[in-house]
């Protein structure tokens, strides 16, 4: 039987009179990649905030392995396996490759020396950055400032950092948003490899079809902050209702 590792039920959130998101019911399994789409303003990035602890909900509730995560923090939410890539990278733009990696691995792991000590001395955590740079294609560069880095290889760090938190459910918001087309395949291809692990859930919001054809196992729709169509990317991207009403003829066109 498959594992739910997140799940939203009945989950909303109010500003004012608006519903961004209106009682949004979701289970997402392990091994399992669900891309999440939608017109501009249908609630996606909305979701991904209450999912991950940005933005508190008005109504309903978030568990992540059966806890109930809904009045935690972000930081708890991310101790307790739930990891986000944002759609603008949040780096420390004045350090090294390697040393922004090595300080997620070091905060992961609740080590006892300062946060910006470098812990030269910890080759244990040093040897944990190295391997994930490695595997995003980064290591060349780990001594190169980030804000010497291109847009596209400081996404790919974003991902890095990622994985350094070796959570359970990873959650990227349009990964490949500002990147060029030779530099986007990379960070596609690293979500690919990150499926491979069917212990772990995968959330992805993307505007691009072709994207979501090659990676997602599942697609969710939202439209005016509420789930609009569930399933099998054939059998959503097959439906009149959505393509007409909800993603025009993007479904289609690409």
């Not at 997402?28 to 940005?54: C, D, E, H, R």
């Not at 390697?98 to 997620?104: D, G, K, P, S």
């Not at 960070?187 to 959330?203: G, M, N, P, S, Y």
């Amino acid at each position: 039987m498959t594992r739910t590792l997140l799940e939203t039920d009945g989950l909303t959130v109010r500003f004012g009179g608006h519903v961004a998101v209106d009682a949004v019911t979701c289970a997402f399994s392990a091994g399992q990649l669900t891309a999440i789409v939608g017109p501009n303003g249908a609630g996606k990035t909305t979701y991904f905030n209450l999912i991950s602890g940005q933005i508190a909900a008005t109504a309903g509730t978030v568990r992540l392995m059966g806890e109930d995560v809904t009045r935690t923090s972000v930081a708890e939410r991310c101790r307790k396996g739930l990891g986000r890539a944002f759609q603008l990278t949040s780096l420390f733009p004045d350090l090294s490759v390697l040393e922004n990696v090595r300080l997620v691995i070091q905060a992961h792991q609740r080590k006892g020396f300062g946060l910006f000590s470098m812990a030269d001395s910890h080759v244990e955590l040093t040897t944990r950055a190295m391997a994930v740079l490695d595997r995003v294609r980064l290591d060349t560069l780990k001594d190169q400032n980030v804000s010497e880095l291109s847009h596209g290889n400081q996404r790919k760090l974003e991902v890095a950092m990622l994985i350094a938190l070796d959570p359970m459910v990873y959650m990227f918001d349009e990964p490949t948003a500002g990147m060029s087309v030779d530099e986007a395949p990379v960070v596609l291809d690293l979500i690919a490899e990150l499926k491979h692990d069917t212990d772990r859930t995968i959330l992805l919001v993307e505007h691009k079809m072709d994207v979501i054809r090659t990676l997602a196992d599942r697609i969710i729709v939202l439209h005016n902050g509420a789930l609009a169509a569930d399933g099998d990317p054939a059998t959503v991207m097959a439906s009149d209702v959505v393509q007409e009403a909800y993603m025009g003829r993007e479904l289609t066109d690409v």
